[in-house]
């Protein structure tokens, strides 16, 4: 298949040579790291956010926890990570040198001021060692300095603050990245617009509890006896960070493009973000989970999907869902459907039956002798919870039915 399409992007007045970036993680700790990720097939770094040398930052121990489910493995991360673990003027130079070896490709210096100060410090900082772009994170749910991370980013008037002395001492374009742990995300979004951000960046982890020990009783990861309330990341927060792009790219008011991330682990999960309006996306979990080679993965598949469509650039996909994109109260609810079986394909595990009575309409019997569910149209929900447990992959799909049926009524004890 031919793929004469082109995955460049620009992003706040900055050309990306595709839009895939590690974020400002473990990921991107120092130059060795960035420079592996840039050989792989990456084209930006969020650089692992920058501190001043004023208060020294301490990370627990262990400062992880991998959160499995069945067999799944890693499909959520707990961390407890500070901001970098490496000085300050090491981490400058690394910059300077990733500039200067891989001029095509974009550095973005996550930083993080404990006072209007380190803003404005950090900020002239990173220009002078030759940032791209400057991320402002105004988003780790978990910081042990107080007045920092998250409780900046959920006090509005400090986002601006900030933003706007970040901008008096550089002209490099600046990145507001957004907090999810935030009732309305476009607020704060807003208040980055007016201090002089160009773009916004989002989601940074969810707080969360992932897990806690049923020996020890102490919440994960186990610090010692000691557990917190931390950064959750991973393919679990994906929903959340697709809600969260979608309602900033349709806030025509502040018109920021968007760096988007969570749960980005295949070229899927990438494409969605771009679908509901990110113009990069950003990755770490799935980074931990698979190595930096997952970019490969990304950039073919991403590559193979345009060409089949017809889509030439990555640019024209930026946005496209969200026309279709509407509040609950927008469906048509005079157009309804049932669940439709392939009984050719039907194994007789029985799931279906259970969940349709115990969660759904009640709307199937069973026939032991076949070992097969009986379909009852007429009491049908199409809440399709029987094809999510179904393991015959294709065997229940939705079906629209004609505007003159109607559902039968069902009668409840009383």
Known sequence: MSKKVDLSVNYCGVQFLNPFMLSSSPVSNCAEMVARSFETGWAGVSYKTLVTDKIPIFHPSPRMHGYNYGDKRLVGLQNVEQTTDRGLKPNLRDITWLKKKYPKHIVMASIMGFCNQDWADLSKAVSDAGADLIELNFSCPHMTVEGSGAKVGQVHDLVQKFTETARSVTRVPLVAKMT????????????????????????NTVAGLSEVGLDDFVPRPNVFGKGAISGYSGPAVKPVGLRCVAQMAQNKEHGLPISGMGGIETWVDALEYLLVGATTVQVTTGIIHYGYRIVED??????????????????DLVGKALPRLHETGDFDVKRQGIAKYDFDKCVGCGQCYIVCRDAGGSALEWDNGARRPIHDKDKCLSCMVCSFVCPVSGLINFKEMPKTWKRKETLTLG
């Open 298 to 315: 990304m950039i073919e598949g991403l590559s193979d999907y345009m060409a089949s469509k017809k889509i030439t650039r990555v640019k």
């Open 180 to 203: 999810p742990n935030i009732s309305d995300i476009n607020e704060p979004a807003m208040a980055a617009k007016r201090g002089g951000a160009k773009g916004l960046s989002a989601i």
